[in-house]
């Protein structure tokens, strides 16, 4: 039989959603489970049983189960929130609570190159901005290791977080690289530098340096995960945009076996036929479509749509202020579709490529029979920002739909002016009649 849970009774049933699964069946939706060639699944039914994907079918019946009627909304897996410093960034202009970056050495002139910092043992799953992305349908994103002024071409680390609280991340780590005109200045402000620093360190790894002499930059540590990421066993992760820096990429990449994604790549569709013979993703911000400094000369709105179109895995990615605007991402691959990109591989972009380029695709991205249940329930169209999440499982679990935002703007709706001195929130303005 099927219990049907709506309004209070609903709310009540998934009060305590953060402690534990709850078996669930949502019926009656459409479901985009993002696999490859999936389709669209109408008006089916997914049962959610032990923290898993138990059934997709329709007409499912079980005794006892709670239901949710999804008529008329879209269930797809959670959405991938784009490469953030969700949970080790709290305040961006604070630099207490930022751990994003490492600062080293002095420039070009004094260099330490630190690859085996990992910034996911700084992730703090209490953060404030976890509840603001995951109740927007965001449900993992991919840390980023950066380099401050002084530090180095190559940031360190990160790795895929699920947004559920839990404090370990899943699947391997991501190296992370700056290159081009932006990451110039470390390298003796020409970007032919880069490449030369590049080759030796791939020397270093490979014994062609001693690590006594005197031009050694890496620690045994670096060494070893260097080693790692330049024998194809990790993806780096590859911040620049210029189709010529590009092109060079491809070339170092494949003379070393290295295994790149591309992150900005704003003239990368100009090199879309050689990137999709290589393999390599690429993770756009797809409103950038003037450009900002000179590397961005080639931008275009239709820059993921081309990419794609040659065969290129398209994911996305915000190039400004991502940890405390993951939502924003939706954005991105909705403005790819209204320029040319196929409405799957919008979605796909911020499920499947995703989970399969950082080597997660066991744990999200799609929605799968036998598959932890990380779902979200929509309004309708998620790449449509007038559609909201309505309900978001993460492991089974439901999650509380309210975060710092929600809270704040509840307070200030539900307050009353009043005579009494002190009776209005801080900073509440006075009704104007």
């Avoid at 390298?187 to 490979?206: I, K, N, Y």
């Avoid at 494949?254 to 295994?259: A, D």
């Avoid at 820059?303 to 895995?313: E, I, K, S």
Wanted: with cysteine.
């Amino acid at each position: 039989m099927r219990v049907l849970l709506t309004g209070g009774l609903l709310a009540g049933a998934f009060a305590c959603g953060g402690a534990m699964a709850q078996d669930v069946l949502i019926a009656n939706t459409k479901v985009h489970t993002a696999k490859a060639g999936g389709g669209v699944l109408e008006d089916y039914d997914v049962l959610v049983r032990d923290g898993r994907v138990a059934a997709i079918g329709r007409g499912l019946v079980f005794e006892g189960i709670p239901m949710i009627d999804g008529t008329g909304m879209w269930l797809t897996p959670a959405l991938f929130g784009g490469i953030t410093g969700i949970g080790i960034e709290e305040v961006s202009a604070e630099e207490a609570t930022n751990d994003a970056a490492l600062a080293l050495g002095d420039g070009a002139k004094d260099m330490v190159v630190r690859p085996e910092f990992d910034v996911t043992l700084a992730y703090n799953p209490d953060s404030i901005v976890l509840p603001v992305a995951r109740v927007e349908g965001i449900g993992f994103t991919l840390l980023s290791a950066g380099s401050r002024p002084g530090g180095s071409i190559i940031g360190g680390q990160g790795g895929v977080m699920r947004l559920d609280g839990s404090p370990d991340p899943v699947g391997p780590r991501t190296l992370f690289l700056s290159l081009g005109g932006g990451a110039a200045g470390l390298t003796g402000t020409s970007r032919a530098g880069q490449w030369m620093l590049l080759d030796q360190l791939v020397d270093e790894v490979r014994g062609r340096i001693p690590a006594e002499s005197g031009g050694a930059l890496l620690t045994p540590a670096g060494r070893s995960t260097l080693a790692r990421y330049f024998s194809g066993n990790g993806r780096v992760v590859v911040r620049m945009d210029r189709a010529a820096d590009i092109r060079q990429l491809l070339r170092w990449s494949q003379r070393h076996g290295v295994r790149i994604a591309i992150a900005g790549g704003a003239e990368a569709w100009r090199l879309a036929p050689e990137l999709a013979r290589a393999n390599v993703p690429v993770f756009v911000d797809s409103l950038v479509n003037l450009p900002n400094n000179f590397d961005q000369l080639a931008a275009t709105l239709e820059n993921a749509a081309r990419l794609r179109a040659a065969g290129v895995q398209v994911g996305f990615t915000q190039s400004g202020d991502a940890s405390h605007n993951a939502r924003k991402v939706r954005q991105l691959a909705g403005n790819a579709v209204a320029n040319g990109l196929p409405w799957e591989d919008g979605l796909a972009g911020l499920t499947r490529v995703p989970a399969e380029t950082f080597g997660v695709a066991d744990h999200v991205g799609t929605i799968e029979v036998g598959k932890t249940a990380d779902l979200v329930l929509w309004s309708g169209d998620p790449l449509d920002v007038a559609n909201t999440a309505r309900h978001v499982w993460l492991g089974g679990r439901a999650m509380p739909m309210r975060s710092r935002q929600t809270e704040l703007r509840d307070r200030y709706l539900r307050a009353e002016p009043s005579a009494e001195a002190g009776a209005l929130p801080r900073a509440y303005p006075a009704r104007v009649e």
